[in-house]
Each structure stands twice: as structure tokens, then as C-alpha cells.
């Protein structure tokens, strides 16, 4: 593929003939731009829309990370794509949508760069530097129902030359990891029917079905690490990840802690065998 072609806008048709009749993915909204998939999805939630609908677009203006952190999303390079979900859960668990949205992408990234592992609580890094985000926002209704939207953004074409100057030492793409250029469509539709089965794991077994798997993609299992969440910072060795979707996290004094979210810093240094950050 030439880079022009590299850089041609998605063939929307060509996706939605990939999941026609799909539970994820039976709709595609594609935009050229857009302030932030993530809103598309809400709006489209609160005015009716059913599980499943998919938003895409080739650039956001405002897309988010978590905390209101910046997404960078430069036209026709990556995906930034938002999905909405109505799932029967309690709303105390719908961190577990987020986990379940972070293995599905590692698994889908994985299928072009096997290396890809997560970092919690759902970050996808290869080599140690992100390569994919995931932003989850949960509505409720009226009527105790709940929606989610799941927001993912994968960096597939992008060169490294292209991104921010302060992230270029912490981010690559899958294009820039391989060598090759990610065909956009196949990719979206991997990770589409992923987060389908992984969805529905969810859905009928829970999260403890989604454990194992989790755990042996997750980089920071046995590291060290510092948590800052809402509180105090949490220092501890990572265990794993329990049967509800928290991480595990041994202190120095042996005791357990459960932790639900949060952003980490493995403090014991570089795991490139596992592919974690500094
Ligand atoms: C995330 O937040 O990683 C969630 C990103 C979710 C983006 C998707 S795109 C589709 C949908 N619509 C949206 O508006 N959002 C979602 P967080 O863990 O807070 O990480 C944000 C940090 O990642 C930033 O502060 C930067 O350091 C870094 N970053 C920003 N853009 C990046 C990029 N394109 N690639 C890699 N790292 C990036």
C-alpha cells in the first residue's frame, strides 16, 4: 500500500458490510470530524439508539482522556471509534466494561503485533509505549437503566514523527511498531467482533470468566508499582486481577488491597521481557 493509500479515508460501506447483523457494530455512524465520539454515542444513547450502535471518525476536535486529558486524533491515521452498550449490570461494576473494552483491544491489537499487553486499567501498550486508550462513561436512565459508552482510540497508521513532541518517547502506532500498514477496516472489524465475544463472556459468565486472560496479557502482574487514585497514593506489589475486576496489590507489610481505578508507575524499572513502562 502507498502512504497515500495509508492515509485515505475509511471505506465506511466497506465496515458495514463486515458487521451487518452483528450485536456490535449492526450500525455505524462515521463522521469525518467530529469533537469527541465519546458525545456522539451519549447523544445517540439518550435519544433511544440501541446496544450496539458504533461511531467513527476520521478526526475529533475535542477527543478525551480520562480526567479530561487530551486525545490526540489526527485525521485518517488512527481509529477513534465509540460504542454503545446497555448492559444488565449493577452500576458499582460497570469498571468491568471498561476491563472487558481493554483485553478486547489488546487482543485485537495483538492480532497485528503480537507483544501488545495491557496495562491496568486499560491502557495498550507494545513495547512499553501506549498504542491504545479507552475512555468508559456510564449513563443512567430514568428508569434505573444503564448505558455505556465505550470510547477506544488505537493509533494504527500514525508515524511517530507525527505525534506531539512530549509523546513521542511514550507512544507508537501499530504501523510504526511493525513496519506495515494497517489496513483500517479489517482492523476495526477485528476488534469489533473481539469486544462482541468479549462482551458477551462478560454479559453471561462475569468478569471472573475474563480473568485469566487478562491477567496473562497484563504487563504490570508481579511489578511494583505506585497507584494514584482518588485518595492516597497505593504502593504494593500487583498480584492480579480479582474475580470482580479489581487489581490485587500486595504492600510491603504482606496485607491486600483492591484497587478499581487509578493512573500507575511501575517503580521497578524497565520490563521489557514484560513490555511495561518505566
Ligand atoms: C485514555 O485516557 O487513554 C483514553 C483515551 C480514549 C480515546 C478515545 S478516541 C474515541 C473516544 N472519543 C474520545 O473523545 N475519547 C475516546 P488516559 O489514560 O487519561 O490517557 C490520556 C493520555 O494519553 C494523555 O494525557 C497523553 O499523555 C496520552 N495520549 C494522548 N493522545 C495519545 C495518542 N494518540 N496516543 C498515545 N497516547 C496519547
New binding site residues.
Given amino acids: 500500500m502507498t502512504s497515500a493509500a495509508a492515509h485515505a479515508p475509511l471505506d465506511a460501506e466497506a465496515l458495514r458490510r463486515a458487521r451487518a447483523g452483528a450485536r456490535i457494530g449492526h450500525t455505524i455512524r462515521y463522521f469525518e470530524s467530529i469533537a ?4 456522539e454515542a451519549r447523544d445517540l444513547g439518550a435519544a433511544g439508539a440501541p446496544e450496539g450502535v458504533v461511531v467513527i471518525a476520521e478526526t ?1 476536535t ?6 479530561g ?5 489526527p485525521a485518517n491515521r ?1 481509529l ?3 460504542v454503545l452498550l446497555r448492559p444488565a449490570i449493577a452500576p458499582e461494576d460497570a469498571a468491568q466494561i471498561g476491563l472487558m473494552a481493554g483485553l478486547a483491544t489488546a487482543e485485537g491489537v495483538a492480532g497485528w503485533a503480537p507483544q501488545a499487553r495491557i496495562k491496568w486499567p486499560n ?1 495498550v501498550l507494545i513495547g512499553g509505549r ?2 491504545a ?3 468508559t462513561e456510564m449513563y443512567s436512565g430514568a428508569d434505573g437503566s444503564i448505558a455505556v459508552v465505550v ?3 488505537v ?1 494504527l497508521n ?1 508515524a511517530i514523527e507525527e ?1 506531539p513532541e512530549e ?1 513521542r518517547d ?2 507508537t502506532s501499530l504501523a510504526a511498531a511493525t513496519g506495515a500498514t494497517v489496513d483500517r477496516v479489517a482492523f476495526a472489524d477485528a476488534l469489533l467482533s473481539r469486544l462482541d465475544e468479549r462482551y458477551g463472556l462478560l454479559c453471561t459468565a462475569g468478569f471472573a470468566a475474563l480473568r485469566q486472560r487478562w491477567d496473562e496479557l497484563s504487563c504490570l502482574t508481579g511489578r511494583h508499582v505506585r497507584i494514584i487514585a482518588a485518595g492516597a497514593p497505593q504502593e504494593g506489589t500487583v498480584v492480579g486481577m480479582a474475580a470482580d475486576g479489581t487489581l490485587r496489590l500486595r504492600s510491603a507489610d504482606g496485607s491486600e488491597m483492591r484497587v478499581v481505578a487509578g ?1 500507575v508507575t511501575v517503580l521497578d524499572g524497565y520490563g521489557s521481557a514484560a513490555g511495561c513502562p518505566q
Avoid at 69 to 73: A, D, F
Fill in positions: 469527541s465520539t465519546n458525545d475529533q475535542r477527543g478525551r482522556g480520562r480526567l486529558r487530551r486525545w490526540e486524533s488512527n477513534y471509534m465509540s491502557d501506549k498504542t486508550g479507552i475512555l470510547g477506544i482510540g493509533n500514525i505525534l509523546l511514550k507512544a493512573d
